[in-house]
Each structure stands twice: as structure tokens, then as C-alpha cells.
């Protein structure tokens, strides 16, 4: 029962995920030299959160009935 | 061979015409136009010391002039030989004089030539007069120049210094010879003995004709200054024509810089641009120039050399995009590290200049939290992180403290007292990338008297499309131990996040992260300490309110209240993104999430933070977050308890609660924060300080107690970072 509840979230991720990807290209994703990145690499850039401290994630987890989302944002984005 | 030049004083030029040409009042039209000619070269061309063009146009005069009667002519034989008086062609202006006075036996030099001029005048009239009309010349011939150009008495008319009118002299020479940057070097020579505005004229014409706009322009500008102040009006006119001339054909330079970039010093063939003056548009001289910039991107070295060739009129535009070392410093090995870098702190990774063999970062902050309901919080945190970027490590830990007190209407209507409790949690975390992928793990734990977590997760990722596109996948999963009372645990919950995210790199300023995560949770959620009041389903549930007081609810409830029961599975999806954009000094991040569960619980959640750069050291921010929410499939605002007429037992509801954030509600927070940088940004120990503060709207549609609360919240923390 419970790995089936997974199973099923896990392909809604992936179909999630797909959708964005298509999204994306729709968008156009312009080729970004790597000389050119350094913007990218300013700390207010990062793709995770760098701004919201540890009482205010969880502020908004108890105040709020919603979770998730961009819980682990991250990975590359050009910056590490 | 030295020449001689002076000023002509134009108040007598009417009158030496009417000498010249007593009959030119007569004169047939060709006659009338080479007077004219004359007379505006005069004016014109001979005042201000452009002798080349005054030769060429009197000599086109002349050819034109071939059926002129002789009076007309004379005037322009006697300007072409002061010309070549003037370049020092000594026999040509003799032989220009004796043509003049063989045309009109009774021309004259105009009043106050050079005495050289004269000199070779008089030598010509006797090379032309009868030894009648040399008996009969009675005026005594002006004394020969010496070999300085000087009368035996050492004045120059219009001349207080010699050398400065030797030196003039040698510009002209020069000029004519086709060495302008002789002219230049001579006519300076003089302005420094004397100023002298046709010697600034002359030396503008040098200037200009030798691609030197600028400084043709600053002499134009001055000699006009000069003639405004001696109202001379021949330099006035030459020295107006010729600025505007020049105005029209000097080109302009400005720079466009890249945003993000900071602390760039940008020189213009060696001469520094302000870097608040940068798109302001600057006057240049035509021909090749040279740019140069430097600065730091986030602390990584970047130039940019470059060369234009720019024509008259033109408006040059620079793009300051700064690149990393020119590869001829670089070895192969660097080279290719650099170009496979995704970013800067790529690039650093391969300059052994820069490179940071371990990199610690270290913070402690205070956190505050109070609201309107009598709930506060304080929380003390301390994280440590260390990263090796050379080799693709990283390991980092934090420990925090909530200390929470308590007294919500919730606790004050079960009559209960306020209650203070604290929370111990911590983490470790740790993580590895080789090439392409990308490894992150953590685990962590947090204890309370009646509550203990357990969780632990692991991260994947992977670069792709030369690492502008890089997804993530997470699971994570957490076991927790519900009690009922210090070491009473009674239930478990265990919860399962699967989580998967791509990043993309939209532009060198933009960047997309798109994610969604699904949660699944299995066990009891409840409050064991929250119980839910019931009511008489027909005479009182309909009539209780949001917000009904503590006293009316206790008054109105049944006598007896079942403890809180939630659903035992909840299934949580969420998709979100953000999007970050980087301005010129200000970054703009929006997040957008939309949620739903299996409890049909729906929200939309918005976050918006713009943060600016207050200089080099401070950036501050203004924070915006909207939440709004359904309330849950068993949410109720008054439950009721009914009485089974078979068992004569009581009956409640399945699931009950009075949780408000299961409630339909709407939040709205609003704040702000600040991160200042304490040390240099050269400097190898970086420490920061970083403040946040928000307050936090709530309002509850559908809650017993209450139907809003306010809540302030805020952050105080100390960084430092150091290799």
C-alpha cells in the first residue's frame, strides 16, 4: 500500500519534472558561455534559499498547511 | 630659414584697398571678383596664418584673372608675395612684388607689414624702377631685418619677445614644409613666451590637421577667447568657424558595463574612466584607441583589452565584458579547466592564484518569535561548513535551541497553564561531485520532551548541456516518536519525501529552478494534548461563529471533549519555482508554489524578495510572501457529538481538530533584512552580519478563539569565512 503511494508520487515527480523540462524549451534557453556566468555566481543568485533562516522555514511550516515544493531547491545552476 | 609673421591691423585694410586699387570702384566684374578674393584672404586666411590655403585660393584668383585690368591683379600679386615673404620663399615674394608694381606702378603695401616685408619690397621696386623713379622714391626703406628677425632696435611691431616670434616663424616654415608636428612643437614654443592668438589660430590648424581634434578644439576655443577679449574681429571669426568645425567632427566614446559587475577600473588610452562616468558620453580624438578594464566578479580577477579605430563624427560604443586571463599566461591544463568551468567559482578552482585548498564558513545566529497569541520563541543556532573546491568535498554540521513559550488561547481554553519547553536539534551534512555528478547527503535529529525526530537523505545530481541544465533527485525520510509526556511515547510517524528539481540557466543574469515534491506521510499527526470541543448538533453547533470567545465555548460545549484525530495517511504534493534575476546592483528572486493533499487541503504560496546593493558592502532586501488555503475535508468549526440510539453511546466525529493552519486562512508577511560585510573583499577572513525581520498577517476564516493573529519574527547572525 505505502510503496504503491510512492510509486505513484514518484512517477507525478517525473511527469512534473518532464513537464518543466518541455517548458523550458519552449522558453528557450539562451547558451551561456562559462566566461559569462559570474553573475550567476553572486550569492543572491543561488537556486536554493539563502535567505530564509532555519525559525522562518519553520515559521511558515507551522503556520502554514502547505509544505514542500522548493523544500530542496538546488542543484547546479551554473554557480555550484 | 626663418620666416616673419605678424598681425595685420584689419582697421586700416579699407584704406590700404583704396590705395591698391583707387579704380576698383570701376572695375568689370572680373576685376570686382578678384578684390574681393583678395580682400577675404586678407581677412581671412593670411590674418589667421593659414598661408596655404591663402596661396592656393589667390593663385586660383589669378588665373581667373587673366583679362583683369591691372589694378585688380596688383592687390593679389602683393598678397602672394607676402605669403611667400611669410614661409621665407624670399625670391618668390620678390618676384610677386615686382609683378605687382610692374601691374600698378602706384601700388602700396598695406600699412604695418613685417619689416622683412617691406624690405623685399623696396628690393623689388628697385629691381623694377628706373633709375628716374628710384631718384625719385622719397621714402627711406625700412631697416634690413637682423639675423634674428629683429629691428636694429630689437622690436617687433605686435611682438614684446623675440624668441616667442622666432619660434612662430618656425612654425610656419614648418607648416608649409608639410611638418605638422614640427608646427605643433614650434608654435607651443612660442605660446609659451607669449601668447599670441593667431599663434594659437595656427597651432589649432596644425593640431586639427593632425588628427589632434581635441587640442585643435581647446586652442580654437582659447584664440576665440582672446580675439572676444581684444575684439579682434578677423581671430573672432576664423577661431568661431573653426570650433564649430571641429565640434561637428570629433567623435565620442562611452561604455556600456556588464551587469553584476563591480569595482571595474576601465582606462581610455591610459587614462582612467570613473566608473560612475562610465556611460556618459566622452570626446576623443579620431584614429586607434585602446581599452582597458579590470575588475572582480565575485572576487575573481577579470580584463578586457581591446582596440578601436574610430573616425571622425563617430560615436564609439564599448561593451565592458571582462574575461578571464589571456590563455597565452595560462598552461593547457588551466586553459581547459577554465573553459570547462561552469561558473566562477569554476574558474577559481584553476588559478592557482586564487585556488582555495579548504574554504571553512562558520555563523551563529539569534532568532526571535512573538505573536499575538501569546506564543514566543527564541532560538540560538550555530552551522559550520567545510568545502575543499579543488578536490569536491564538503561536510558541515548545525546545532540549534528552541526555547518555546506558550500560552495560545488553545492551552488557556482547556484551563491548562503556559507551558515552556525546549527543543534540541542538529544535522550533519557532507557531500561529493565527481565530473558530472553530484552526490549530497544529510541526516538529522531533534529531541523535545514528548517529540523525537530521526532523518536522514541523499541528493543526486547531474550536469548536463555543458552544465547549463542540471536536474536533482532527493529522497528523504524521517521517523518520529510521539509521546504523551516526558519518555512516553505512544505513536510513530514516518514520513517519505521524494523530491526531483531541474535548474536551468536561462542567461548570463537569469536562472529557472523548477521542482516538485511529493510527501508521504504514515502515522499519527495528532496533538495529544489538544482536545476538540463538541456541540449540540441542532441547538448550538449552527450558531457558533468564527472566532467565538473561550467563555461561549465552554459554556456551550457538551461536558465532555475527545482528544484530536487527524487521518493517519497524508499524501502531500507540491510543485514550485523560482526564478532569480540579476540586475545592475539589485537581484530580483520570485518563488511560486501551489500545493495539494490528500486531505484536499489547496494553497497557492508567493514569495517575492528583491535585493538591492547599497555599495560594496551592504546589500538589503524588502520581503513579500502570500499564503493563501482551503481548509481540509474534516475541518469544522464546530463539531458535533450525537448519541447513538442503539448503543446509547456517544458518537464523534472520525477525524476532529482545531488546528487553525487546517483552516481555510490567508497570511501576508512583509519585512526585510540586510547582510553587511565587515572586512575588505580582499581580505583573506571575510565576516558579515546579517539581520532579518519580518511580521506576519494571519487571518482565519473559519477558527474558534480567534479570527487573526500578527506575529513578528526575526533574525540576527555573524558569518566568517575563511580559506
Same mark, same amino acid.
Given at each position: 500500500m505505502k510503496s504503491a503511494r510512492i510509486g505513484g508520487g514518484i512517477v507525478r515527480a517525473v511527469l512534473g519534472i518532464v513537464a518543466a523540462a518541455m517548458l523550458s524549451t519552449i522558453w528557450g534557453c539562451a547558451h551561456v558561455a562559462p566566461y559569462e556566468r559570474g553573475t550567476l555566481a553572486h550569492p543572491t543568485m543561488s537556486a536554493e534559499d539563502p535567505f530564509t533562516t532555519p525559525l522562518a522555514n519553520h515559521v511558515q511550516d507551522v503556520s502554514e498547511g502547505a509544505t514542500g515544493g522548493l523544500s530542496g531547491g538546488g542543484g547546479g545552476c551554473g554557480c555550484n | 630659414m626663418r620666416t616673419r609673421w605678424r598681425a595685420l591691423p584689419f582697421a586700416v585694410l579699407g584704406l590700404f584697398l583704396i590705395l591698391l586699387v583707387p579704380t576698383a570702384a570701376k572695375a568689370a566684374g572680373e576685376d570686382a571678383a578678384a578684390i574681393k578674393t583678395a580682400q577675404e584672404v586678407l581677412e581671412g586666411d593670411y590674418s589667421s596664418g593659414n598661408f596655404l590655403d591663402a596661396r592656393r585660393k589667390l593663385e586660383a584668383a589669378l588665373a581667373k584673372c587673366a583679362k583683369c585690368g591691372p589694378q585688380a591683379q596688383a592687390p593679389l600679386h602683393i598678397l602672394l608675395g607676402m605669403v611667400a615673404s611669410q614661409t621665407g620663399q624670399k625670391p618668390e615674394a620678390k618676384a610677386q612684388f615686382q609683378m605687382a608694381q610692374q601691374a600698378d606702378p602706384t601700388a602700396q603695401l598695406p600699412p604695418r607689414t613685417t619689416p622683412d616685408i617691406r624690405a623685399q619690397w623696396e628690393?623689388?621696386?628697385?629691381?623694377?624702377?628706373?633709375?628716374?623713379?628710384?631718384? %625719385?622714391?622719397?621714402?627711406?626703406?625700412?631697416?634690413?631685418?637682423?639675423?634674428?628677425?629683429?629691428?636694429?632696435? !630689437?622690436?617687433?611691431?605686435?611682438?614684446?619677445?623675440?624668441?616667442?616670434?622666432?619660434?612662430?616663424?618656425? %612654425?610656419?616654415?614648418?607648416?608649409?614644409?608639410?611638418?605638422?608636428?614640427?608646427? +605643433?612643437?614650434?608654435?607651443?614654443?612660442?605660446?609659451?613666451?607669449?601668447?599670441?592668438?593667431?599663434?594659437?589660430?595656427?597651432?589649432?590648424?596644425?593640431?586639427?590637421?593632425?588628427?589632434?581634434? =581635441?587640442?585643435?578644439?581647446?586652442?580654437?576655443?582659447?584664440? =576665440?577667447?582672446?580675439?572676444?577679449?581684444?575684439?579682434? &574681429?578677423?581671430?573672432?571669426?576664423?577661431?568661431?568657424?573653426?570650433?564649430?568645425?571641429? =565640434?561637428?567632427?570629433?567623435?565620442h566614446v562611452t561604455f556600456q558595463p556588464s551587469p553584476g559587475m563591480e569595482d571595474v577600473q576601465v582606462t581610455f588610452d591610459e587614462r582612467a574612466v570613473p566608473f560612475k562616468a562610465l556611460t556618459k558620453r566622452f570626446s576623443i580624438d579620431p584614429g586607434d584607441h585602446h581599452?582597458?578594464?579590470e575588475g572582480t566578479q565575485n572576487g575573481i580577477p577579470l580584463s578586457l583589452d581591446a582596440k578601436y579605430e574610430v573616425g571622425e563624427g563617430q560615436l564609439l560604443t564599448v561593451p565592458l565584458v571582462l574575461k578571464s586571463q589571456a590563455p597565452e599566461y595560462l598552461t593547457p591544463g588551466q586553459l581547459k579547466c577554465m573553459l570547462g568551468a561552469k561558473g566562477q567559482d569554476d574558474v577559481i578552482k584553476c588559478l592557482p592564484q586564487k585556488s582555495k585548498p579548504l574554504v571553512v564558513k562558520a555563523g551563529t545566529q539569534l532568532s526571535g518569535y512573538s505573536d499575538t497569541t501569546n506564543v514566543e520563541v527564541w532560538s540560538p543556532e550555530i552551522d559550520a561548513n567545510v568545502s575543499s573546491p579543488t578536490q569536491g568535498w564538503n561536510a558541515g554540521g548545525h546545532f540549534l535551541v528552541d526555547v518555546v513559550t506558550a500560552a495560545s488561547p488553545d492551552i488557556v481554553s482547556e484551563a491548562s497553564p503556559p507551558f515552556h519547553e525546549q527543543r534540541y536539534s542538529g544535522g550533519l551534512d557532507g557531500g561529493y561531485k565527481l565530473g558530472v555528478f553530484g552526490a549530497q547527503g544529510q541526516v538529522n535529529y531533534s529531541s523535545e520532551p514528548d517529540y523525537i525526530s530521526r532523518g536522514g537523505g541523499l541528493a543526486l545530481t547531474m550536469d548536463l548541456d555543458d552544465k547549463l541544465i542540471t536536474p536533482r533527485v532527493a529522497a528523504n525520510f524521517?521517523?518520529?516518536?510521539?509521546?504523551?509526556?516526558?519518555?512516553?511515547?505512544?505513536?510513530?510517524?514516518?514520513?517519505?519525501?521524494?523530491?526531483? %528539481?531541474?535548474?536551468?540557466?536561462?542567461?548570463?543574469?537569469?536562472?529557472?529552478?523548477?521542482?516538485?515534491?511529493? &510527501?508521504?506521510?504514515?502515522?499519527?499527526?495528532?496533538?495529544?494534548?489538544?482536545?476538540?470541543?463538541? *456541540?449540540?448538533?441542532?441547538?448550538?453547533?449552527?450558531?457558533?461563529?468564527? !472566532?467565538?470567545? +473561550?467563555?461561549?465555548?465552554? &459554556?456551550?460545549?457538551?461536558? *465532555?471533549?475527545p482528544v484530536e484525530q487527524l487521518p493517519r495517511i497524508r499524501d502531500r504534493y507540491a510543485v514550485g519555482a523560482r526564478f532569480a534575476h540579476r540586475f545592475n546592483g539589485a537581484t530580483l528572486r520570485l518563488e511560486q508554489r501551489l500545493y495539494n493533499d490528500s486531505w484536499s487541503l489547496k494553497a497557492t504560496t508567493t514569495d517575492v524578495r528583491y535585493v538591492y546593493d547599497l555599495g560594496r558592502h551592504l546589500e538589503v532586501w524588502p520581503h513579500v510572501r502570500f499564503n493563501a488555503q482551503t481548509g481540509t475535508n474534516f475541518y469544522q468549526?464546530?463539531?458535533?457529538?450525537?448519541?447513538?440510539?442503539?448503543?446509547?453511546?456517544?458518537?464523534v466525529p472520525v477525524y476532529r481538530t482545531t488546528d487553525r493552519e487546517l483552516s481555510p486562512l490567508v497570511s501576508l508577511t512583509g519585512g526585510g533584512g540586510g547582510h553587511f560585510i565587515l572586512s575588505p573583499s580582499d581580505a583573506k577572513t571575510q565576516y558579515g552580519i546579517a539581520v532579518q525581520a519580518d511580521v506576519m498577517f494571519t487571518k482565519y476564516f473559519d477558527a474558534l478563539f480567534i479570527t487573526q493573529r500578527t506575529a513578528l519574527y526575526g533574525t540576527v547572525g555573524f558569518d566568517a569565512e575563511f580559506e
Open positions: - | 628690393e623689388a621696386k628697385g629691381s623694377t624702377a628706373t633709375p628716374a623713379d628710384g631718384a %625719385g622714391d622719397q621714402t627711406p626703406a625700412e631697416p634690413t631685418p637682423g639675423p634674428q628677425g629683429v629691428t636694429p632696435a !630689437g622690436h617687433i611691431p605686435g611682438w614684446t619677445n623675440v624668441d616667442a616670434f622666432q619660434e612662430a616663424s618656425a %612654425g610656419l616654415a614648418a607648416d608649409m614644409a608639410g611638418k605638422l608636428p614640427d608646427c +605643433i612643437e614650434h608654435d607651443k614654443k612660442s605660446l609659451e613666451l607669449e601668447e599670441q592668438a593667431r599663434t594659437r589660430l595656427h597651432l589649432s590648424s596644425c593640431e586639427a590637421r593632425s588628427a589632434h581634434l =581635441l587640442d585643435g578644439l581647446g586652442d580654437a576655443q582659447k584664440a =576665440l577667447e582672446d580675439g572676444l577679449r581684444k575684439r579682434d &574681429q578677423a581671430v573672432m571669426k576664423v577661431a568661431r568657424e573653426r570650433v564649430e568645425s571641429l =565640434l561637428r567632427r570629433i567623435p581599452v582597458h578594464a524521517n521517523h518520529d516518536s510521539v509521546g504523551r509526556g516526558p519518555n512516553n511515547f505512544i505513536d510513530t510517524l514516518d514520513t517519505t519525501e521524494i523530491e526531483a %528539481g531541474v535548474t536551468f540557466v536561462l542567461s548570463p543574469t537569469s536562472l529557472l529552478l523548477i521542482s516538485t515534491t511529493a &510527501q508521504f506521510e504514515d502515522g499519527d499527526e495528532s496533538k495529544p494534548y489538544r482536545y476538540v470541543p463538541m *456541540f449540540d448538533p441542532v441547538n448550538v453547533a449552527p450558531f457558533i461563529v468564527p !472566532g467565538q470567545s +473561550i467563555a461561549v465555548v465552554n &459554556q456551550e460545549r457538551l461536558p *465532555f471533549r468549526l464546530a463539531y458535533s457529538a450525537t448519541v447513538d440510539p442503539v448503543t446509547s453511546q456517544l458518537v
